[in-house]
């Protein structure tokens, strides 16, 4: 039998990059697999057909969205907070306004979607929030809105983890380093910055991020919780 066979699986912001390398990993382990999108349906509706997984317009920076989201998927036996967005630049010239919609994205929805979901799932539910290794180290200008929000989410999982663990549902957060995706090319201009930090000197895979991830939403995680996991080719060591 396949490692997610009967599993029901939300992934918010599965449509590129590291959330559709999550659906498919979960659709190829045999899980039920609804996943949400934002600005990108073409992508949401190939990946879907490909995957035999289904797509779902919402909006991450809808509050009320997403809450209502986590609900009617479930009850659910995985949920995945991928979505996320970032807004660089001198903190100085930014517009509070795009710094709060990267705040509602980053950390409101992963609150209130590890919430709603853990209202009714099962004794060995799995939340997994995807976070950053900028969470843990920051070390270029432009990027403290990002930093925060990453941040936040350790705290969040190690409150929730005391909030849901007597229930038998654990929450962890994934942590990548650079990553490649749109968001943020192997060969874009950052690369050789980035690089110099690390002891593995290349962009991450998202597939390699989705086996991660998989581990964490197994069988085999039962006393995992309330814990970062960092893969990140040493980017934070
Ligand atoms: P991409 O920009 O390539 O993809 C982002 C995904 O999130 C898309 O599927 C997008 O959907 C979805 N998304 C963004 N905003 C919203 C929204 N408002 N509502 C619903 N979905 C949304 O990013 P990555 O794959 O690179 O990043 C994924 C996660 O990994 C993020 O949380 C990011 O912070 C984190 N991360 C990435 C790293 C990297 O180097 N790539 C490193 C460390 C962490 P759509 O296009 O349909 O809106």
New binding site residues.
């Given amino acids: 039998m396949a490692t997610f066979e009967n599993k029901s699986v939300l992934v918010?912001?599965?449509?590129?990059?590291?959330?559709?390398a999550i659906v498919r990993r979960f659709a190829k382990d045999g899980a039920k697999v609804v996943f949400?999108?934002?600005?990108?349906p073409d992508?949401?509706r190939q990946l879907a057909t490909d995957t035999g997984t289904t797509a779902v317009q919402?909006?991450?920076?809808d509050r009320d969205a997403v809450i209502a989201r986590a609900r009617d998927s479930g009850p659910l036996d995985i949920l995945v907070v991928?979505?996320?967005?970032?807004v660089f630049g001198d903190a100085l010239d930014l517009n509070p306004d795009d710094v709060d919609r990267l705040l509602a994205?980053?950390v409101h929805a992963p609150y209130h979607a590890s919430v709603e979901a853990a209202r009714q799932m099962p004794s060995g539910g799995r939340i997994i929030v995807?976070g950053?290794?900028n969470g843990d180290r920051m070390p270029v200008a432009g990027m403290a809105a990002y930093a925060l929000s990453k941040s936040a989410l350790q705290g969040m999982a190690r409150g929730l983890a005391r909030d849901f663990g007597p229930r038998g549902i654990t929450i962890n957060v994934v942590q990548?380093?650079?990553?490649d995706?749109?968001?943020?090319p192997a060969d874009g201009p950052m690369k050789d910055v980035l690089h110099s930090f690390m002891a593995i000197k290349r962009h991450g895979r998202?597939d390699e991020v989705a086996a991660m991830v998989a581990y964490l939403a197994g069988p085999d995680t039962d006393f995992v919780t309330g814990a970062m996991h960092t893969i990140d080719g040493a980017f934070g060591a």
């Avoid at 918010?12 to 559709?20: Q, W």
């Avoid at 919402?58 to 920076?61: F, K, L």
């Fill in positions: 918010l912001g599965g449509s590129r990059g590291i959330g559709a949400t999108y934002s600005g990108s992508a949401a919402t909006d991450s920076a991928n979505a996320g967005i970032g994205i980053n995807i950053s290794v990548p380093g650079p990553v995706t749109d968001a943020n998202a």
